[in-house]
């Protein structure tokens, strides 16, 4: 049981180092519902699992969303929580150090990596592929959503 309270230590301490180091000011989202709902649901890790602070589409299933960092970090993980409904994302584009994507553009750009992500039941903690690499900022593209049926 120790070794697990060491491991979870190690997450809180990873995520407590880089919430700092995001410019929140600067972070924005295309196609938000309300003003402000992306720039909400970036969390420090102790209260990620707050599901008060959502974001929801407004037109589409798309969404982008544009993290901007106060210097220079190396992204080690992606916490992507979603509720159990059918709006939750399956696609996720990753695209580093450019602040220039919006709608128009992403479908010309080929991300660093594109998460598929799961059933909000099925969640957890998604490694990206870019431990080679240093960011200034992050941005994410949903693109779709994924079927969801309660088990009840």
Same mark, same amino acid.
């Given at each position: 049981?120790?070794?697990?309270?060491?491991?979870?230590?190690?997450?809180?301490?990873?995520?407590?180092?880089?919430?700092?180091?995001?410019?929140? *000011? %600067?972070?924005?989202? @295309?196609?938000?519902?309300? /003003?402000?709902? !992306?720039?909400?649901?970036? &969390?420090?890790?102790?209260? +990620?699992?707050?599901?008060?602070?959502?974001?929801?589409? *407004? %037109?589409?299933?798309? @969404?982008?969303?544009?993290? /901007?960092?106060? !210097?220079?970090?190396?992204? &080690?993980?992606?916490?992507? +929580?979603?509720?159990?409904?059918?709006?939750?994302?399956?696609?996720?584009?990753?695209?580093?150090?450019?602040?220039?994507?919006?709608?128009?553009?992403?479908?010309?750009?080929?991300?660093?990596?594109?998460?598929?992500?799961?059933?909000?039941?099925?969640?957890?903690?998604?490694?990206?592929?870019?431990?080679?690499?240093?960011?200034?900022?992050?941005?994410?593209?949903?693109?779709?959503?994924?079927?969801?049926?309660?088990?009840?």
């Amino acid at each position: 049981m120790k070794h697990l309270g060491c491991s979870n230590e190690a997450y809180e301490d990873d995520a407590l180092w880089l919430f700092p180091r995001i410019y929140h *000011d %600067a972070v924005y989202t @295309l196609n938000e519902a309300r /003003p402000g709902m !992306g720039r909400s649901i970036i &969390k420090p890790w102790d209260e +990620r699992l707050n599901t008060t602070k959502i974001l929801e589409s *407004d %037109a589409d299933a798309q @969404l982008i969303v544009y993290i /901007p960092f106060t !210097g220079t970090v190396k992204l &080690k993980s992606i916490v992507l +929580r979603a509720l159990p409904d059918t709006s939750s994302p399956q696609t996720c584009h990753i695209f580093m150090n450019r602040d220039d994507i919006d709608f128009d553009t992403v479908e010309s750009l080929t991300p660093i990596q594109t998460l598929n992500l799961v059933a909000p039941e099925n969640a957890g903690q998604a490694t990206p592929n870019l431990l080679d690499h240093t960011e200034t900022h992050v941005t994410s593209h949903t693109v779709a959503s994924i079927p969801y049926s309660r088990h009840i």
